[in-house]
Each structure stands twice: as C-alpha cells, then as structure tokens.
C-alpha cells in the first residue's frame, strides 16, 4: 500500500523543526536554558494515533540517529488502557517499524477502535510514512489538547515505559492529546518557557513544578511567591479562560526539612507556591490548585525524588480526578466531594467535550454569553482547591 504522510498521525507536538517534533520552540531557543534546549530536542510524549479496517499490521517507516550502545527502538502499541503489544529493533540510521495489530482488537462493531504507538523517547525520531498491511488506516479523530509542564517527574523518570508516566496515563484516562513539556533538571518558572505556552493552543493546561527551585537554581519562598504569579500571568496572556490546574511539589523526603543554599526548605517552598496560586485563584476563575504533598508516599518512590511506576499511577489518578470535571464525557468522575465542593452538574458542567469524534476544542459560546466558572472536585488522596 501506498505510504501516508505521517504528520496528520502525530499526537503530543508542541512544534516542529524540519518535520521532527520538538518541545521548545526553535525560534526562541536563545532565550532558554540550555538543559531545557537539550531535553527539548527529545520526543518525550510524543505518539502516532491511528484507526485500522481490516489492516493486521501497521507499518512506520522512520528516521534516526544512532551511535554506539544506542539500546534497541521500543515501539509499544496500545488501545485505550491495553497494551496490545512491543515490537524491537535494533537502532537503525533509518528503518520500516511493523506493529501487529491482532483481529480481537479491531473486529468490534461501532466506531474504529483508536490505536497509539508510543516510539522511543531516547533520541529523536523522524516519521517518514504510514501503511496499513492487508487493511486501511486512517488518523485518529482529533482530541481536546491538554498542555504539561514540569519537571523531570513529569518527563516521566523512572517509569517504565513512556505510556506508563503520569502525563501519558491522564491522557488515556480522559481521552486526551496530552503535549509534554516536562524539562528534566530544570522548570525553575521561566518567563520564557511560560511565555511559549501561552503561545501555544490548548483546551487545558497542567503546570507541576517547584521541587527543583529548591535545588540546582536555589530559591527562597518570597522569590519563588514572585515567581509562581508572573509566570501564571504570562500563561494567561496566552490562555484568558483556559482551564489550568497547578500541582505543587510531591512529597521529596530529603528536601522537605532540610534547608538548601538560601536557606529554604522545601516544604517551605511548596508553601509559598501554593499561596501564590491561591493568591491569583482571587481573580480567576479557571485556576485550581492540587496540593502536591500527599499524593504520594516514601514507598512510591524510586529514588527518593522520582516515583516508580505506582507512583506514576498514584500520581496519574489524583490528577485524572482532578481534571475530570473539566472534561465533558469522562466517566472518571471523582467519588467523593471535597470541602471545596462536589463535581458540576447541569449548566455548570465544563467545557471541553471528549465525546467520539469531537474536534479536540473548547465549545464556543456566543460573543458575550456569560461563562460558568469551572468546578473542580477534590480528589481521595489530597483536596483540590478552587475558587
């Protein structure tokens, strides 16, 4: 069969630089750290969606560097929350992937079943085509855009598996095209990097950062209180009335009472970047906040910073809860209220549709129809907090 161009297939793209997806934008590179231009240059998150009729394979033709030691391509295919199957290769320059795509997964009636294909994340790779083998394949339908940015939790350190980060496991839950702009070693609260989210479309936004303002590039609470209000004012000059959900930092044990060199402590430092986002909650309406502190324990941690997989799962779904009355058609709905109130119902309900075959935007109302401010419902292991 005839090879497809590739591009409309991509999911998770912030941009592209000569047909390869980046996480940075490559016209502003100069104003950015250099370890966020470094891990820019990775597909973290990156993913190829596609439908199948009667195709028992599919087949990815692509391009990429490859150097000594480079450990075997992973291609991981899943369909919803179900990892079909792996498929290995040794690291070409340049190679055709085929991804098996049983019958069991594809002979269902109703609407084609969607499939995602997780590539490598550890070098970057050039997508050249896409065929289907005995059958037709075709892009998904497009979904709501959901922006991440964070730190290297959330580049999703120590999972196992790119689907397996906490990002890529909201995503599937609420049928989301998740965009992650996780930097590794940085997101220290850039105005250039909010500035580049702003700049980008987005049905919702998901900020996670601070642990590393207590290491690496030290900050003090009232300097990081600074921080966390230009940086969320920057992201709504892009953004007026897009839905954002603040995590603050996870549990660090080390960090938590242990000063660093300007003599802050972290648990101080999630202190004050939760007063901020409380403080900016005071005037806007689309802001929430999920405090970060007790969504995981010391057992869900790897390494003492980054959390294993179950981690990234506990993570995932206190998040997934988080969000889940921002997205119209989710069934993930959280169980119980919080003291800042129960999911929305009737005209309150949010905004963004998920249901099959939804463009993957905000609805609009007419010019000067009055907007109903988003609720959000807290979720079991830490209140989410609202306006």
Wanted: net charge positive.
């Amino acid at each position: 069969m005839t090879w497809l161009d590739p591009l409309p297939f991509l999911r998770g793209v912030a941009w592209l630089d000569d047909g390869r997806p980046v996480r940075a934008d490559p016209s502003d590179l100069g104003r950015l750290p250099r370890d966020v231009v470094e891990r820019a240059a990775l597909p973290v998150g990156v993913r190829l969606e596609f439908t199948a009729e009667g195709a028992r394979a599919a087949e990815f033709r692509y391009r990429a560097s490859a150097g000594a030691g480079t450990p075997p391509d992973c291609f991981a295919l899943w369909q919803g929350d179900v990892l079909v199957g792996e498929t290995f290769i040794e690291p070409p320059a340049e190679a055709v992937v085929s991804l098996p795509v049983p019958a069991a997964f594809t002979s269902l009636t109703g609407s084609p079943r969607v499939f995602t294909v997780h590539p490598p994340e550890s070098r970057a790779h050039l997508f050249l085509g896409v065929r289907g083998v005995g059958g037709a394949v075709a892009p998904a339908p497009g979904r709501p855009r959901r922006l991440v940015h964070g730190d290297s939790i959330t580049e999703g350190w120590w999972s196992t598996r790119p689907a397996h980060s906490w990002p890529a496991r909201v995503g599937r839950s609420l049928a989301l095209d998740t965009v992650n702009l996780g930097y590794a070693g940085s997101a220290h609260g850039e105005p250039a990097i909010a500035e580049q989210l702003a700049s980008l479309p987005a049905d919702l936004l998901t900020l996670a950062f601070g642990t590393n303002c207590w290491t690496g590039v030290p900050s003090t609470p009232p300097l990081l209180y600074e921080t966390v209000r230009a940086f969320l004012a920057l992201v709504r000059q892009g953004h007026p009335r897009t839905p954002i959900l603040v995590v603050s930092p996870v549990l660090r044990p080390a960090a938590e009472h242990t000063r660093n060199r300007l003599g802050a402590t972290l648990a101080e430092l999630r202190t004050a970047l939760e007063r901020a986002v409380r403080a900016t909650m005071a005037d806007d309406r689309w802001l929430a906040l999920l405090p970060g502190r007790d969504v995981l324990g010391p057992g869900h941690l790897a390494d003492g910073l980054h959390p294993d997989d179950a981690g990234h799962a506990a993570l995932a779904a206190a998040v997934t809860s988080a969000l889940a009355p921002w997205v119209q058609g989710s069934s993930r709905v959280p169980r119980a209220p919080g003291e800042h109130g129960g999911p929305p119902h009737g005209r309150d309900r949010p905004v963004v549709n998920v249901r099959a075959g939804a463009p993957g935007r905000l609805r609009h109302r007419p010019a000067g129809a009055p907007r109903p401010p988003p609720r959000i419902a807290a979720s079991r292991t830490a209140p989410v907090e609202q306006t």
